[in-house]
């Protein structure tokens, strides 16, 4: 994936020390380098590489629409100018990380130099006053771990945004009939969030499915190759396995022709009258290649996956039920699919196989079947009804359950209960996407910056997620 582009737009006031000012900045821009984004400064519209006057205001602007960034960093040098930072923000209308380092103790003769704390006081009143939502990280120093933490999680706030917004969903058929869970409002999805949904139909499959199988492509042998990490042989022959590696190569030239960077698949029943096919494990292949695949034509997790894998770094997600409890903790949930979970976050590869589906009277091929590997998880579900949507997301553990078919792992909270109560009582369904990795404050501060979708905590709480960005 490529990198978040970060404006960094440092700032000072004339009252204050000049030369201090100019010495934090390149202090904070030496540090940038250490992070994984390509930072934008303004270095080049003055002599200072400061914003602390109007007429520099129109070219910062310029400048960082040129580039195209993702979000902006306003670094407070010293006091800082808080009427101009916050018309930069107003223009650029993308996240904002306001910041300024601790200031040094008073000199002998009792000047002070910088009073930054006082300038991010008067920065936040005026970003408001703009309607800019910001995310504030506490007054520190560039080698404090909060600074450190903060900014690299602003960097992925900046990244499930971007995601967001750039989401397009292709997908393959209808939704099964009788799932009406599955029912999206498209045009609103598009007149709220700019999210498109490009429909093809399950004969454009079968059709690009045959091309490929007669072509014998570079694409297909590797996907085969793929399929041999697990044990294949219960599929059926090689003609088999390669039906399923056709599928997963067909909706990636699909997804590709028609832009789209999500997939949602109408996986039954109408699939295995005409394919003779299962589609989960093609669904595993395509998700370990950064396109996500959902199940039951799920729109809505489409787009869960595509923001929860780049809030964790781009990581692979894995598109899950919420099934049955635990027989014996009350606090666990299964999470599990028919066999969907792409094979790289399999416990035990060696035990791992390929399969035909073990409920459907077809008993067709096409299936996983694995236990996935112990870690932190967090689930999340994008969902919405009556014009309003919310991100639910919460995070847990694996713990050890019984063995179930299909691709599976336990998942254990503090409280399933009340988990339960929110996700029934709240406009989700039975389906979420997970990703290892603990990245609820980041959904949740992202949501700050996507108007019209309300955050829904569960674990840890909203103020605990508050004391998580206050504390770094």
Same mark, same amino acid.
């Given at each position: 994936?490529?990198?978040?582009?970060?404006?960094?737009?440092?700032?000072?006031?004339?009252?204050?020390?000049?030369?201090?000012?100019?010495?934090?900045?390149?202090?904070?821009?030496?540090?940038?380098?250490?992070?994984?984004?390509?930072?934008?400064?303004?270095?080049?519209?003055?002599?200072?590489?400061?914003?602390?006057?109007?007429?520099?205001?129109?070219?910062?602007?310029?400048?960082?629409?040129?580039?195209?960034?993702?979000?902006?960093?306003?670094?407070?040098?010293?006091?800082?100018?808080?009427?101009?930072?916050?018309?930069?923000?107003?223009?650029?209308?993308?996240?904002?990380?306001?910041?300024?380092?601790?200031?040094?103790?008073?000199?002998?003769?009792?000047?002070?130099?910088?009073?930054?704390?006082?300038?991010?006081?008067?920065?936040?009143?005026?970003?408001?006053?703009?309607?800019?939502?910001?995310?504030?990280?506490?007054?520190?120093?560039?080698?404090?771990?909060?600074?450190?933490?903060?900014?690299?999680?602003?960097?992925?706030?900046?990244?499930?945004?971007?995601?967001?917004?750039?989401?397009?969903?292709?997908?393959?058929?209808?939704?099964?009939?009788?799932?009406?869970?599955?029912?999206?409002?498209?045009?609103?999805?598009?007149?709220?969030?700019?999210?498109?949904?490009?429909?093809?139909?399950?004969?454009?499959?079968?059709?690009?499915?045959?091309?490929?199988?007669? +072509?014998?492509?570079?694409?297909?042998?590797?996907?085969?190759?793929?399929?041999?990490?697990?044990?294949?042989?219960?599929?059926?022959?090689?003609?088999?396995?390669?039906?399923?590696?056709?599928?997963?190569?067909?909706?990636?030239?699909?997804?590709?022709?028609?832009?789209?960077?999500?997939?949602?698949?109408?996986?039954?029943?109408?699939?295995?009258?005409?394919? *003779?096919?299962?589609?989960?494990?093609?669904?595993?292949?395509?998700?370990?290649?950064?396109?996500?695949?959902?199940?039951?034509?799920?729109?809505?997790?489409?787009?869960?996956?595509?923001?929860?894998?780049?809030?964790?770094?781009?990581?692979?997600?894995?598109?899950?039920?919420?099934?049955?409890?635990?027989? +014996?903790?009350?606090?666990?949930?299964?999470?599990? *699919?028919?066999?969907?979970?792409?094979?790289?976050?399999?416990?035990?590869?060696?035990?791992?196989?390929?399969?035909?589906?073990?409920?459907?009277?077809?008993?067709?091929?096409?299936?996983?079947?694995?236990?996935?590997?112990?870690?932190?998880?967090?689930?999340?579900?994008?969902?919405?009804?009556?014009? +309003?949507?919310?991100?639910?997301?919460?995070?847990?553990?694996?713990?050890?359950?019984?063995?179930?078919?299909?691709?599976?792992?336990?998942?254990?909270?503090?409280?399933?209960?009340?988990?339960?109560?929110?996700?029934?009582?709240?406009?989700?369904?039975?389906?979420?996407?997970?990703?290892?990795?603990?990245?609820?404050?980041?959904?949740?501060?992202?949501?700050?910056?996507?108007?019209?979708?309300?955050?829904?905590?569960?674990?840890?709480?909203?103020?605990?997620?508050?004391?998580?960005?206050?504390?770094?």
């Amino acid at each position: 994936m490529e990198k978040m582009k970060i404006g960094v737009v440092s700032t000072r006031r004339n009252v204050f020390s000049k030369e201090e000012a100019g010495k934090f900045k390149n202090i904070i821009l030496q540090e940038l380098k250490k992070y994984g984004a390509d930072f934008v400064d303004i270095d080049d519209i003055n002599e200072e590489g400061l914003l602390f006057d109007q007429k520099d205001v129109a070219a910062v602007v310029e400048k960082m629409k040129r580039h195209g960034v993702d979000g902006l960093f306003l670094p407070h040098c010293n006091f800082g100018s808080e009427g101009l930072v916050s018309q930069v923000a107003a223009q650029i209308k993308k996240p904002v990380l306001l910041w300024g380092p601790r200031d040094d103790a008073p000199l002998p003769d009792g000047i002070r130099t910088r009073d930054t704390q006082c300038g991010l006081f008067a920065t936040g009143k005026i970003l408001r006053r703009y309607n800019v939502p910001f995310t504030y990280l506490t007054n520190s120093s560039v080698t404090d771990e909060s600074f450190k933490r903060g900014l690299a999680g602003f960097i992925a706030v900046c990244a499930a945004v971007r995601a967001f917004y750039e989401t397009r969903v292709l997908q393959i058929d209808t939704r099964p009939g009788d799932f009406m869970t599955m029912i999206v409002n498209e045009g609103e999805l598009l007149e709220k969030f700019g999210i498109p949904v490009i429909p093809v139909t399950l004969p454009d499959v079968m059709w690009r499915m045959e091309k490929i199988i007669k +072509e014998q492509g570079e694409d297909l042998a590797a996907t085969v190759k793929r399929m041999g990490r697990v044990d294949c042989s219960p599929i059926g022959d090689g003609k088999e396995v390669e039906k399923v590696a056709a599928l997963k190569c067909a909706l990636k030239e699909l997804s590709a022709e028609h832009g789209c960077n999500a997939v949602a698949v109408q996986c039954w029943d109408a699939m295995q009258d005409l394919l *003779h096919l299962m589609p989960c494990m093609a669904h595993g292949l395509l998700t370990e290649e950064g396109v996500p695949a959902t199940c039951e034509t799920d729109i809505h997790g489409a787009i869960t996956a595509r923001m929860l894998s780049a809030a964790a770094g781009y990581g692979t997600i894995f598109f899950a039920d919420l099934t049955v409890r635990h027989p +014996e903790n009350d606090n666990a949930e299964l999470l599990w *699919h028919c066999g969907n979970f792409p094979m790289e976050l399999a416990k035990d590869l060696k035990k791992a196989t390929g399969g035909r589906h073990f409920i459907m009277p077809s008993k067709c091929a096409g299936t996983g079947e694995w236990q996935l590997k112990d870690g932190s998880i967090t689930i999340a579900r994008f969902d919405g009804d009556h014009g +309003e949507y919310k991100l639910f997301m919460g995070e847990g553990r694996t713990t050890d359950g019984p063995f179930t078919r299909g691709t599976y792992v336990w998942f254990e909270v503090d409280d399933w209960a009340k988990w339960e109560h929110q996700l029934v009582t709240g406009p989700y369904v039975h389906h979420c996407a997970g990703v290892y990795g603990n990245v609820s404050a980041i959904l949740h501060e992202a949501c700050k910056y996507i108007p019209g979708l309300e955050a829904d905590p569960a674990q840890p709480t909203a103020a605990e997620i508050g004391e998580i960005w206050l504390r770094g």
